[in-house]
């Protein structure tokens, strides 16, 4: 997670790159909108064989969020779907809106992470030393780089303080229980990588041990993390499956505003080996996953499926039960809605989740709370409303259709979009404020 170019993207590739460079291209495997690195791979770039007997985990799958795409798409059922995070930071631009998003979000769901002070190598006089572990490039620079990169890293840990978080560079944390760690990255160089992944493999032992266990066999359970069209297949899914198996031609109940639908699979999709799913248009077929996996779904009757939303499984015998159980999640979100209250339309629905909460903590009241662009009849919606301080339209990463604009031009209700949640949130306060001046 992180701020727009911060370098996500980048950290990701380096890891799977240095694994391919280490000639273990073949044990890599590319999900939809994921990377699996097996703990060989892993403990093989840290350098200690002995390490291998210490850590329970597989292995570790990689979702990479983009910018500006809220990582609370990925939830399950109400939590945060991933077990651990890694916030990338640029340490030379510091904290940006969606760090501190980022950090709010962690902090609900209670996720752990670790993170990463990145671009370490745009320090002025900084001498690369390709993908070495931080603390042997750091002896290699000289006394004014070294004390360039101290002040930067504090700026970090002074912010995450502000946000009540207490940070140390991580190879000066004594308790990662309750202190975070910050590991100085180029992703770039790779310098600080093999860091990344040592925190992140110790962090995945210390608080998930005893989560870490899921069913191979049980009924697939996932998240839908997009809902894309794709050339002749029509809409498709593209799913993180966190439990059981998925295969090919297995009914699936998929959570929407409506009732759930219910389809079958005619195709499990994953990307040629290596490649991201971004820039591959030729899929190849397999007839069944098994979590923790990333795939992409083709089945009839996609329309109308929501991003975030949940996928189950479900054979004749569950079938109902599966149903309720989805609904039942989706309603999870929805809320006990005011008759007067600001209206609020959210592109997926981890992101309305957010926003729903954040607005309910500050007991604001909301009328209606949903996924989907802003309408003509949400504008009009909003204006029935009388209090000026709730005739309020919300918009989180949605669009504005051209008739609702036109109408909200003559009307008295308040719009206010963002691609930024906590934005909204203090829009909203500055605007109750001059309301009440
Ligand atoms: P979004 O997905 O758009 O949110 O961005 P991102 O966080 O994935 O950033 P990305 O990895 O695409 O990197 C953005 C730019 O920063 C690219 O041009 C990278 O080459 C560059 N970059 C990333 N990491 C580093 C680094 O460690 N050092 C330097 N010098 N450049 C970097
Ligand atoms: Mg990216």
Request: glycine share 8%; hydrophobic share 40%.
């Amino acid at each position: 997670m992180g701020h727009v170019d911060h370098g996500k993207t980048t950290l990701l590739d380096k890891i799977r790159g240095t694994a391919i460079v280490s000639g273990e291209a073949g044990a890599i495997t590319q999900h939809i909108g994921a990377t699996e690195v097996p703990i060989d791979v892993i403990v093989d770039k840290l350098g200690d064989p002995r390490l291998r007997d210490r850590f329970m985990v597989p292995g570790l799958l990689f979702i990479d969020t983009p910018g500006h795409h809220a990582f609370t798409t990925l939830r399950s059922r109400g939590g945060a779907l991933a077990d651990l995070a890694i916030v990338v930071v640029d340490i030379n631009e510091g904290f940006k809106p969606q760090t501190f998003e980022s950090l709010q979000i962690l902090k609900r769901f209670k996720t752990p992470f670790v993170v990463v002070a990145n671009k370490i190598d745009r320090i002025g006089g900084w001498v690369p030393q390709k993908n070495m572990p931080f603390a042997a490039t750091f002896k290699k620079q000289s006394g004014d780089v070294q004390a360039r990169l101290e002040t930067k890293l504090y700026e970090v840990v002074g912010e995450l303080y502000n946000q009540g978080f207490a940070a140390e560079r991580y190879d000066r944390v004594t308790n990662f229980q309750n202190t975070l760690g910050v590991v100085p990255v180029s992703a770039f160089t790779g310098e600080g990588v093999p860091d990344v992944l040592m925190v992140l493999l110790g962090l995945a032992q210390r608080f998930l041990e005893a989560n870490l266990q899921y069913s191979a066999t049980g009924p697939g359970v996932g998240t839908v993390l997009e809902v894309k069209e794709e050339k002749g297949l029509g809409p498709t899914l593209d799913i993180i499956l966190y439990d059981g198996t998925l295969k090919k031609g297995d009914t699936v109940v998929i959570g929407s505003l409506g009732e759930p639908l219910q389809t079958k699979v005619r195709a499990l999709l994953k990307p040629r080996e290596l490649s991201e799913i971004r820039y591959e248009s030729k899929f190849q077929q397999v007839n069944k996953i098994t979590a923790a996996a990333g795939v992409k779904i083709s089945a009839p009757g996609l329309e109308g499926a929501l991003a975030g939303a949940p996928i189950r499984v479900a054979t004749e015998e569950t079938l109902e039960e599966i149903v309720a159980q989805v609904k039942s999640e989706i309603d999870e979100v929805r809320i006990d809605t005011d008759s007067v209250g600001i209206l609020i339309k959210a592109d997926t629905l981890g992101s309305l989740e957010a926003l729903v909460h954040e607005f309910k903590k500050d007991e604001v009241p909301i009328r209606k709370a949903e996924v989907g662009d802003i309408s003509h009849r949400d504008a009009v919606e909003a204006s029935t409303v009388e209090d000026p301080l709730y005739s309020v339209l919300i918009g989180f990463n949605v669009k504005v259709h051209p008739d609702a604009r036109e109408f909200l031009q003559e009307s008295n209700v308040k719009l206010l979009t963002s691609d930024v949640i906590y934005r909204l949130v203090e829009d909203y306060q500055k605007y109750v404020k001059e309301q009440k001046e």
